[in-house]
């Protein structure tokens, strides 16, 4: 099935920096969904957009729905350990299955 | 609000029996589907449920089944395990409404085939 280009496909960075990752699809989406995954654990939705060139936040987090509704954006301003995790993107075309990114692994290094 | 659960959390069976796993979604949700999680492969998307129907089907084996019941949960089956089905099983839960979906996870059942 169709996968998602995420990138990068990891990060390694210092607490406190600003994070930035993105995903691309050949195919155009009506939404995009942005989770964060810990070990063991299930995809947490952190960010849901509709609207092609909506910016949503939530808390350090933004996302961007692009313009050409073939890709989307994640950033994470001011890092911190707990940021670590694999972050993946979610695009769907209305009726349809969800396609997931490839994902994005972080390290926050104190 | 509960969130999305699955059952059992862990299982460990050996190849050639079968498996059943089940997911209760968040309460009004009517659309399940379910994903299969490796390393290797990543998010592979199996099948949607809607309203006890299957409404959506990825590219995997007719080993994989499932159903879903009237109260939405629903249930997915592997049957003649092979190795290679060792991986992390997630249910996802949504409204089904085709009108900005917001999907939701549960925490998964691993599946360990040896």
């Known amino acids: 099935g169709q996968q998602l280009n995420q990138s990068p496909q990891s990060m390694f960075i210092q607490e406190g920096e600003d994070v930035s990752m993105n995903c691309t699809s050949s195919?155009?989406?009506?939404?995009w969904l942005w989770y964060k995954q810990e070990p063991g654990e299930g995809p947490v939705l952190l960010i849901a957009?509709?609207?092609?060139?909506e910016l949503t936040s939530n808390g350090r987090l933004t996302a961007q729905f692009g313009i050409t509704r073939k890709d989307s954006f994640l950033n994470i301003s001011a890092s911190i350990p707990s940021d670590v995790g694999i972050y993946f993107c979610?695009?769907?075309?209305?009726?349809?299955?969800?396609?997931f990114g490839t994902g994005t692994s972080l390290t926050v290094i104190p | 609000k509960a969130g999305v659960t699955q059952t059992p959390r862990y299982l460990i069976k050996t190849r050639g029996q079968q498996v059943t796993l089940s997911c209760s979604p968040i309460?009004?949700?009517?659309?399940v589907s379910w994903y299969q999680q490796t390393p290797g492969q990543g998010l592979q998307f199996l099948f949607e449920y809607f309203s006890e129907t299957q409404r959506n089907k990825g590219n995997f084996p007719g080993r994989f089944s499932g159903r879903q019941f009237s109260n939405s949960r629903s249930e997915m089956n592997v049957s003649t395990l092979e190795l290679g089905d060792s991986a992390l099983y997630l249910c996802?839960?949504?409204?089904?409404?085709?009108?900005?979906?917001?999907?939701?996870f549960g925490p998964g059942t691993r599946l360990l085939v040896l």
């Open positions: 309460s009004g949700h009517r659309s």
């Open positions: 996802a839960s949504k409204l089904g409404s085709f009108d900005q979906e917001t999907q939701y």
């Open positions: 195919s155009i989406f009506n939404t």
């Open positions: 979610a695009g769907q075309q209305v009726g349809n299955q969800f396609y």
């Open positions: 957009l509709y609207k092609a060139g």
